[in-house]
């Protein structure tokens, strides 16, 4: 029997009783439009949760030039101090022949990686050497050159890491501090030559007047600037500074945008090192100061799971690319934002270091372990409420027998006419799986419409944020088919058995 | 198939039912030819087997013993789906309580069978053709998008009749065609059968209870039993035709 007739059989016998088959279809519609709009809240939660993570900065990774923690060995005597991953190897030897032995095997790798002519022969790339940045020390001239000041990542550094997969942003940094001019005011600030994708790193940002600098006027190192809020503040007070020049190591530079946040995580005050403080592209700091290094690299990762992975990525490509031996220390260190922010949080730099040192393993824990758990309880979440809308499909199928079954009692003189007429018992037995078929597949195209009216609704007014994926509607569609299927075959092979004789006499 | 071999040839047929233990003859052997352009009326009280025979005949069902040859080809065995291509093909059902399809049009009802013609593939163009033309013959052409609640009895069992007819079948089997009718539209029904044998040379077997309806078939057969007690052509022959246009001449009343 052709399928188009068959289709046509079904669709006739389901027009002849509208009321049945409209309730029938409201049944299914529910159903599937429930299971629909439950996944588009589940999904939507787990998004708005990795959404959280990645703008608490948990997504954050920062490589440092140097290695400070082979420093930290080398000043406080190891004890209480990690030692760092790269010095992990020595730790057999370290720890049975004592400090001084350490010291010593230290040295030596010093002597040998100066006289290597595979490694960098420059003193500024030697990672044991405890020197500044020449030039940020001479031009700032106070404490702050510290970590992350000696030279020894590259532009072509940061090049290499977007090509690491699972990478989502790198952005290049460069920090100074200046003196920000505009006419008669003057601010001293953070200047931090970045790169255009930095505010989609920091994701707390907002742009309230103008715009981030762009590809062009990074690539041709142009002098623009953005400022952060405060330091806006400072130096044009309540006036719109876009558009508006100022002055730095006597150049000046045209204002482009505004940056703040509205996250009640960060806000913006004098002092602090993302709103009192400006950005430039870090080709332009390259040029106007004839620099060629990077004080650090920031990165995310696409997904909060991936930042183990990604770490370790960026310290073996950064090993190759600075040519390290096996036996040396890393001359950059990879970090964490929360174990930056430790660093950084005030704390004496020797104390701050040997709660980093101590603390390594239980910040992995925190965040990425925080992650992964949140990630999961979305996802029993979703589950769970899929689960339930998944009764409703199924009550929905019943829904669907209970009709079918009743059409065969209801229908049992027609089945007869049909099969007097020529119908075999597999026709009628398609055209009632047919008919349940129809019903649950329209009910479940209404439905999928409903659905997503109902999650977007629910993203609208109620702010859920709800996600639907095109997998969860052909899914839905195809469960609802299914579910016809299974639903409409029962009562099929039980209008298909009636015998012609007995079913024309029904009365 | 020489001229004279019978459309249907039906040899000592039994049927028995098992019913409750105690099994049910319904047919006792029974033995008849019926060639076609025949129109035979069966005839005899209820229990006396003429149903069971009109099933068999329509391949509804299958006899337990005996030989049922239709038009040469021994069908008593066949399965369910040869049974179901036959009827398709080769025989018209007409029934008492009309069996329309409800809330259904007449031409729809009219198409039925073509829907399961299933070695030809028939445009709904076409089905819907010839199911006008079916309904035409049997002067319902106006009352095609009628719904069977929509006509009067007499006009349901002509959509039946033209149903019955849309497959060319060689055999129209009539069971109780005019029990749910008065006399005046069963002899209009009466009328059509006997149009049906003449132009088209349709084969009819038609089963009664009522003797005057048999007498308008050609041939009587009378089943007592299970068995076939008599079997003779029709002598005093009714003719439907003649009794309309008298009842016409009489009162100039309307038809339809």
Known sequence: MPTRSSLAIAF???RRNRLQTSLTIIGMTIGVAAVLAMIAIGTGAEAAIEDQIRAAGMNLIVVTAGNYKVKATDDFGGGAV?????????????????????????????????FSPTLLAHPEDDPMEKHDHPTARQRLGDSEAGLGSAATLTAEDAEAIRGIRGVQYVAEGLHQNVHVKAG??????RLNGTDLHLPLIRRAWTIPSGRFFNAGEQSRAEQVIVLGSVAAQRVFSDKNPVGRDVTIWNQPFRVVGVVTTTSWMVAPAPGDDQFDAVYMPFSTVHRLLNLAKLNDITITAASTGEVSPIMSEVTRLLRVRHGIGDEKPDDFTVTTQARQALARGGLRPDVARAVVGNVSGLEKVTLE???????????TMTALLAGIAAVSLLVGGIGIMNIMLLSVTER????????????????????FVLEAVVLSVTGGVIGVIVGLAAAQGLSRYLHWSTTISPVAVILSVGVAAAVGIFFGWYPAKQAARLDPIQSLRYE | MSADAALIAVHDITKIYAMEGAPVHALRGVTIDIHRGEFVAVVGPSGSGKSTFMHILGCLDRPTGGRYLLDGRDVSHLPDDDLSAIRNRQIGFVFQGFNLLARTSAVENVELPLLYAHDSRISPGERRRRAMTALAAVGLENRAEHHPNQLSGGQQQRVAIARALL????????????GNLDSRTSVEVMDIFQRLKKERGITIVLITHEPQVAEYGSRIVRFKDGRVVSDHPNS?????????????????????
Do not use: Y
Request: aromatic content about 2%; some cysteine; proline content about 3%.
């Open chain 1, 12 to 14: 006739r016998a389901l």
């Open chain 1, 82 to 114: 990690e030692p760092s991953a790269a010095l992990r190897r020595h730790d057999d030897v370290a720890q049975s022949s004592g400090a001084c032995e350490k010291i010593s095997v230290v040295c030596a790798t010093r002597v040998m990686s100066f």
């Open chain 1, 184 to 189: 008669d005011k003057r601010w001293f600030t």
């Open chain 1, 369 to 379: 372990q925080l992650g992964k758990t949140l990630d999961r309880a979305t996802r």
């Open chain 1, 412 to 431: 049992t003189r027609e089945i007869g006419v049909r099969r007097a007429v020529g119908a075999r018992a597999r026709d009628v037995r398609s055209q």
């Open chain 2, 167 to 178: 497959n060319d079948p060689a055999i129209l089997l009539a069971d109780e065609p005019t």
């Open chain 2, 236 to 256: 005093s022959r009714r003719t439907a035709a003649e009794e309309l246009a008298a009842v016409a001449l009489g009162a100039a009343e309307d038809q339809a």
